[in-house]
T-cell receptor
Framework: EVQLVESGGGLVQPGGSLRLSCEAS????????MTWVRQAPGQGLEWVST????????YYADSVKGRFTISRDSSKNTLYLQMNSLRAEDTAVYYC???WGYGDYWGQGTLVTVSS | EIVMTQSPATLSVSPGERATLSCRAS??????LGWYQQKPGQAPRLLIY???TRATGIPARFSGSGSGTEFTLTISSLQSEDFAVYHC?????????FGQGTKVEIK
């Protein structure tokens, strides 16, 4: 069964930075696009960013464009999300998913809390 | 961006009854529509893609229909494990967008 395990969440002050990781296993990572989706407490799902299977194409929500960077390392089967200039409204559980159009496999999420 | 609107926000249904959830797109998304189930403290689980194709391992009591701007998820006979929040999501355009969710609760 496909496995996706996120890490790197935590408490960070406004204006700070954090890097999330998502380790993938049990599928050929380099064949699939990957995505980050977040969910603020008690809220719905928000698409954040997608990277193509090769890493050659990336897409971002307007709410994070210029502050977040998605990347991948196929030698490590790992997806990343570098988050800079964090704001209180970035507080959410961040999920990685095997996802181009839709997400067929999801990790369990990592909580990011932006607060002073 | 395409706005996805789900109705109702909450649906109260008795076990064994039929549940019908709606999702409307602000412009046509063709059949590029997915449905997810999410239980408290868990990640979303893909139920339906392509508006009507069940994902691997999804029971036949879940069915999806619609195209263009109007979509429906039907659960033919609710089981105890089906009480959850359901999200629709379009993938016709960037950015990908989700509806706000419909909570299916026990009546």
């Amino acid at each position: 069964e496909v496995q996706l395990v996120e890490s790197g969440g935590g408490l960070v002050q406004p204006g700070g930075s954090l890097r999330l990781s998502c380790e993938a296993s049990r599928f050929t990572f380099s064949n699939y696009a990957m995505t980050w989706v977040r969910q603020a407490p008690g809220q719905g799902l928000e698409w954040v960013s997608t990277i193509s299977n090769t890493g050659g194409s990336t897409y971002y929500a307007d709410s994070v464009k210029g502050r977040f960077t998605i990347s991948r390392d196929s030698s490590k089967n790992t997806l990343y999300l570098q988050m800079n200039s964090l704001r209180a409204e970035d507080t959410a559980v961040y999920y990685c998913a095997r996802f181009w159009g839709y997400g067929d496999y999801w990790g369990q999420g990592t909580l990011v809390t932006v607060s002073s | 961006e395409i706005v996805m609107t789900q109705s109702p926000a909450t649906l109260s249904v008795s076990p064994g009854e039929r549940a019908t959830l709606s999702c409307r797109a602000s412009e046509s998304v063709s059949s590029n529509l997915g449905w997810y189930q999410q239980k408290p403290g868990q990640a979303p689980r893909l139920l339906i893609y392509g508006a009507s194709t069940r994902a691997t391992g999804i029971p036949a009591r879940f069915s999806g229909s619609g195209s263009g701007t109007e979509f429906t998820l039907t659960i033919s006979s609710l089981q105890s494990e089906d009480f959850a929040v359901y999200h629709c999501q379009q993938y016709n355009n960037w950015p990908r967008t989700f509806g706000q969710g419909t909570k299916v609760e026990i009546k």
